[in-house]
């Protein structure tokens, strides 16, 4: 059976999410109705990970399979044909039959984009938080989640039944002119569980509490208190899929530049 690999981007504004849900609108179910118009037949579709409502992806990776044998080249033409303006398959290639989107990757990284500026264009991409910031108590702060740490404060329930606990191997907070880039590489995350972190996060830039309470969840996963400081999904992006170990660490790269009066996308 051909298997494909596809590497999609999309904006998850209009949509509920990822993954397919009956009488909803979702990204896992425009790129299954594309991919069907293309063969002409069902066809299997799964992602590398779920995205919630509203969060966006600048590389969510999926695999397809379909009994009918079709050139990449022809593939990828048909199905982005077939898809809406705000989902685009930037790379498709055909790959081992035995490859799996989900099980085969080995990390994935976020980042999260908060404006410090009142903004006209891109506001759909960021927070934007009229604040001032203490750039040192989040850094303190983030710099704490790095490692191996149970995370269920900051996530509800897994639907799917992954390991609470996640390996974080990076989380950086950089800085572009008036945006705060936040990024977490790690094994994997939990539902809720970046736009919760970012929360939490600005909650302690704010001064509303101290960078100490960061370990202090990590150390007591039963205390759900961060979800009263949950992130909108606007700013939240599946940035990469990992499925080699040398193509760690990953280089931050803002999907939109406020240096001057306007965004500029990448």
Not at 39 to 54: F, H, K, N, S, Y
Not at 174 to 186: M, N, S, V, Y
Request: with cysteine.
């Amino acid at each position: 059976m051909p298997t494909y690999r596809l590497d999609i981007e999309y904006e998850g504004t209009r949509y509920h999410g990822w993954q397919a849900q009956p009488g909803l609108r979702t990204v896992q179910g425009e790129l299954i109705r594309a991919a069907e118009a293309a063969v002409g037949e069902p066809v299997e579709l799964q992602g590398a990970g779920r995205t919630d409502r509203g969060v966006h992806a600048l590389g969510q990776v999926a695999h397809l399979r379909t009994r009918r044998y079709l050139p990449a080249e022809v593939l990828w033409f048909r199905i982005n044909d077939a898809l809406p303006p705000d989902i685009a398959v930037w790379r498709l290639e055909r790959v081992h039959a035995r490859f799996h989107a989900r099980r085969d990757a080995i990390g994935r990284s976020y980042l999260y984009q908060i404006a410090t500026r009142r903004v006209g264009l891109g506001g759909r991409f960021l927070w934007w938080l009229k604040d001032p910031l203490n750039r040192e108590a989040m850094g303190e702060a983030l710099r704490g989640v790095v490692g191996r740490h149970h995370f269920g404060a900051f996530s509800d329930p897994d639907r799917e039944g992954e390991s609470p606990w996640v390996v974080v191997r990076e989380a950086r907070l950089c800085e572009e002119g008036p945006l705060l880039i936040i990024q977490i590489q790690a094994s994997h995350f939990l539902w809720k569980m970046v736009r919760r972190l970012v929360g939490v996060l600005v909650a302690i830039g704010r001064g509303e509490i101290e960078p100490e309470r960061m370990t202090y969840w990590l150390r007591h996963p039963q205390d759900r208190t961060p979800a009263r400081w949950t992130a909108p999904p606007s700013g939240l992006f599946l940035e990469r899929v990992v499925y080699r170990e040398a193509d760690w660490p990953l280089e931050v790269r803002p999907v939109l530049r406020l240096e001057r009066s306007y965004a500029a996308y990448l």
